[in-house]
């Protein structure tokens, strides 16, 4: 059973940083049974929506929101995903969770961590 743990979270200020980090147990990165690692957000009452995304080792992909800003990032020894998050926006606020998805179709989340940017 794969399990992820998110860390990282918290308040920031407008155009500042923030580093989230997600360790994943029961399986490795680079098992042939991952399709993708994932990065997603919600915000109350809204759909969680993709953020950004590595399919199968390739390079990441953005979404049109975060692109130039956030940048996804993998440690294969540590089974450790992280996702840099710079010049944030009061609309980066939401609880981000990351995600593994198989090849068979399962999906794996983090618990969800919040993320606030506010003055």
């Known amino acids: 059973q794969v399990q992820l743990v998110e860390s990282g979270g918290g308040l920031v200020q407008p155009g500042g940083s923030l580093r989230l980090s997600c360790v994943a147990s029961?399986?490795?990165?680079?098992?042939?049974?991952?399709?993708?690692l994932n990065w997603f957000r919600q915000v109350p009452g809204k759909q969680r929506e993709l953020v950004a995304e590595?399919?199968?080792?390739?390079?990441?992909n953005y979404a049109d929101a975060v692109k130039g800003r956030f940048t996804f990032s993998t440690d294969n020894a540590e089974n450790k995903m992280s996702l840099e998050m710079n010049s944030m926006k009061s609309e980066d606020t939401a609880v981000y969770f990351c995600?593994?998805?198989?090849?068979?179709?399962?999906?794996?989340w983090g618990q969800g961590i919040q993320v606030t940017v506010s003055s």
């Open positions: 995600n593994v998805h198989t090849r068979l179709g399962n999906d794996f």
């Open positions: 590595i399919i199968s080792g390739n390079t990441p």
């Open positions: 029961g399986t490795t990165f680079s098992a042939y049974s991952i399709y993708s």
